[in-house]
């Protein structure tokens, strides 16, 4: 990914608040010719250590889909979550000579895979993604019958993500201080894309003082 200095973050608590508001990511790997396989699926951020360190991903994919072979050959991969992001005028300015852009967050992860193959470890990282999504459903899973449990099991190819390296990018038109109150103003009488921004330039502290 292209990441400006400008634009890069080195905080791991914004990355991780993306992560897991926006759990639904994109896994990238590379078929047999080399050439890039994506699977969009929902991810479970387990933090182990302080600072980020010792960061996780919990996933499946189904047993036909092919990127598990290639996980299994290949086990790097590129795991993208992407933030709120919406078109920025250049109406924000002071001065007429501005171009118009785009403003978006994204993590990009890279991570090596190990699979997970045993009923109960399968089990654990499905009960993760429950509760993170339908916590009310716990209880009629866990009152599945057994062999149907299994069945289900044997459809999914389910892994651990390793974290290896984590690039973060916040793009809110940083270095150009002069738009933010503006820029500010205008997200926050927008949509919910426009509105998350906002959240996110007062969360940075941009715009909220005139410059």
Same mark, same amino acid.
Request: glycine share 12%; hydrophobic share 35%; charged share 20%.
């Given at each position: 990914m292209?990441?400006?200095?400008?634009f890069a973050t080195t905080d791991p608590a914004i990355a991780l608040a993306l992560m897991r508001a926006h759990p639904f990511a994109q896994l990238i790997t590379t078929d047999d010719d080399g050439f890039p396989f994506l699977t969009?699926?929902?991810?479970?951020?387990?933090? $182990?250590?302080?600072?980020?360190?010792?960061?996780?991903?919990?996933?499946?994919v189904a047993r036909p889909?092919?990127? $598990? $072979?290639?996980?299994? $050959?290949?086990?790097?991969?590129l795991a993208v979550f992407n933030g709120p992001h919406a078109y920025m005028t250049p109406r924000v300015y002071p001065d007429l000579q501005r171009v118009p852009t785009w403003n978006y967050l994204t993590v990009q992860a890279r991570v090596e895979a190990?699979?997970?193959?045993?009923?109960?470890?399968?089990d654990r990282l499905l009960k993760h993604l429950i509760h993170d999504h339908d916590p009310a459903y716990a209880e009629q899973w866990r009152g599945l019958p057994e062999d149907f449990q299994h069945k289900?099991?044997?459809?999914i190819h389910a892994f651990e993500?390793?974290?290896l390296e984590l690039r973060c990018k916040v793009k809110l038109n940083q270095h150009r201080r002069e738009s933010h109150a503006a820029m500010l103003r205008l997200y926050e009488q927008g949509g919910e894309q426009e509105q998350a921004l906002a959240g996110w330039m007062r969360r940075l502290n941009?715009?909220?003082?005139e410059p």
């Open positions: 292209y990441l400006p200095p400008q969009p699926l929902p991810l479970h951020v387990v933090e $182990a250590g302080e600072g980020g360190e010792g960061l996780t991903l919990l996933g499946h889909n092919p990127q $598990a $072979a290639h996980l299994r $050959a290949r086990p790097q991969a190990r699979f997970i193959d045993s009923f109960d470890d399968k289900l099991m044997q459809g993500l390793r974290v941009l715009g909220t003082t």
